[in-house]
């Protein structure tokens, strides 16, 4: 999933490895948004949810940090030249590194990042450009969501964390 944007996981039962109550319920399972929060019970939100506290879902409760529209990734523009693997007059970096995935017109599926330079305002990446084009918007994917129990029994707390994400446009 490049871009982190409008996902749901199901994490199942088990996935938190202890249970806990939230309103009144034991859970060990949730669903997570990429949008910044998750639910419990059967029912998934929907992708485009984005106010998880205010609908009206059938879902049995939620816990939102952030609960918007957000995508795990960066945009900036670039040149690209049919047959060169180099894009040119980059206009921003941020979420830019070595190995992540960049998706644009004339940029061939599956190309990472292979090397960057702000200072040239270049992002060399794995394959050659299809097409050439001036100002040609990019997209790097940035996003990572994490889990992990820290802790040990019966002192234990489990955290997710959302990295590299942005209002999405």
């Known amino acids: 999933i490049p871009s982190l944007d409008d996902v749901i996981f199901t994490m199942p039962?088990?996935?938190?490895?202890?249970?806990?109550?939230f309103n009144g319920t034991l859970y060990s399972g949730f669903n997570l948004s990429?949008?910044?929060f998750i639910t419990f019970g059967t029912t998934p939100p929907?992708?485009?949810?984005?106010?998880?506290?205010s609908v009206t879902v059938a879902y049995n409760g939620a816990l939102s940090a952030v609960g918007r529209?957000?995508?795990?990734?960066?945009?900036?523009?670039?040149n690209t030249t049919t047959a060169s693997n180099v894009l040119t007059n980059v206009t921003g970096f941020a979420g830019v590194l070595v190995g992540r995935i960049i998706t644009g017109t004339g940029i061939p599926a599956n190309a990472t990042i292979t090397a960057f330079d702000p200072g040239a305002q270049t992002i060399t990446?794995?394959?050659?450009?299809?097409?050439?084009g001036t100002a040609v918007a990019v997209t790097i994917a940035a996003g990572e969501i994490r889990y992990e129990v820290l802790g040990s029994a019966p002192n234990r707390v489990f955290v997710i964390q959302f990295k590299n994400f942005r209002k999405f446009n």
């Open 34 to 36: 990429s949008n910044g």
């Open 46 to 53: 929907a992708t485009t949810t984005y106010l998880p506290i």
């Open 125 to 132: 990446i794995s394959d050659n450009a299809t097409a050439t």
């Open 13 to 21: 039962n088990g996935t938190i490895p202890f249970d806990f109550y």
């Open 69 to 78: 529209d957000l995508q795990g990734a960066f945009g900036t523009t670039a």
